[in-house]
C-alpha cells in the first residue's frame, strides 16, 4: 500500500500563522499599554465603599482624569499614601484643598454649609470639630459610616498620590 505524505503546507498555511503571530502580539502589547497608561483595573478588599462598592468588586481606574486638573467632590479616587506606597485605598473626596471640613451627628459641613450624601445609607453619628483642607491635598472618606471616626481610615490624601477616577466598578 502507497502511503500517501500530505505537506504540512496544506494543513497549516504559513503565512496564517504569521498573521496570527502578529495580531495576537499587537492585542497583548495593547492590552499592556492600556493597562499601564490609561485605565487600571483594581479588586476591592474591605467595606469602606459600601453599599456603592462591595467588597472584592472590580474597579475600573481612568489614570488621565487628573493629568490637567484635580479631583471633584464626591469624586471617587484611588490613592496610595507615602507610608504605605504598596496599598492602594478607593474613597470619595469630601473636601477640596482650603476648604473647612466638619462633621455634625453625621452630617456633614463644608465651609459652615451642610452637604447632602445620598450615597450614604446608614446615618452615622460622628461629630468632629471644623478643619481645613491643607494646600495641595484633598480630604477623603468611605461611603460606609457605620463605625465610629476613630476606626476608620481619613485622610488628607496629598493630590499627588491619586492614581486616577474610578469610571466603573463591577
Known amino acids: 500500500?502507497?502511503?500517501t505524505i500530505i505537506p504540512l503546507r496544506w494543513i497549516i498555511p504559513l503565512k496564517n500563522w504569521k498573521k496570527a503571530?502578529?495580531?495576537t502580539s499587537i492585542v497583548i502589547i495593547l492590552i499592556i499599554c492600556i493597562n499601564a497608561f490609561f485605565?487600571?483595573?483594581f479588586r476591592t478588599v474591605g467595606k469602606s465603599m459600601e453599599p456603592t462598592i462591595r467588597n472584592y468588586s472590580l474597579v475600573f481606574v481612568n489614570r488621565l482624569a487628573y493629568l490637567?486638573?484635580?479631583?471633584?467632590?464626591?469624586?471617587?479616587i484611588v490613592f496610595r499614601t507615602s507610608n504605605r506606597p504598596y496599598l492602594y485605598f478607593v474613597k470619595r473626596v469630601i473636601g477640596l484643598p482650603g476648604e473647612t471640613i466638619s462633621f455634625k451627628d453625621g452630617s456633614l459641613y463644608i465651609n459652615?454649609?451642610?452637604k447632602s450624601q445620598p450615597y450614604i445609607s446608614f446615618k452615622d453619628n460622628w461629630t468632629v470639630k471644623p478643619f481645613k483642607?491643607?494646600?495641595?491635598f484633598i480630604f477623603v472618606a468611605g461611603d460606609n459610616r457605620h463605625f465610629s471616626w476613630n476606626e476608620q481610615?481619613?485622610?488628607q490624601v496629598n493630590i499627588k498620590d491619586v492614581i486616577g477616577k474610578v469610571i466603573g466598578y463591577r
Not at 133 to 136: A, M, P, Q, S, T
Open 1 to 3: 500500500m502507497k502511503k
Open 21 to 23: 503571530i502578529i495580531r
Open 39 to 41: 485605565v487600571k483595573v
Open 68 to 76: 490637567h486638573h484635580i479631583p471633584a467632590e464626591d469624586d471617587i
Open 112 to 114: 459652615g454649609i451642610e
Open 133 to 136: 483642607v491643607k494646600k495641595g
Open 153 to 155: 481610615f481619613h485622610a
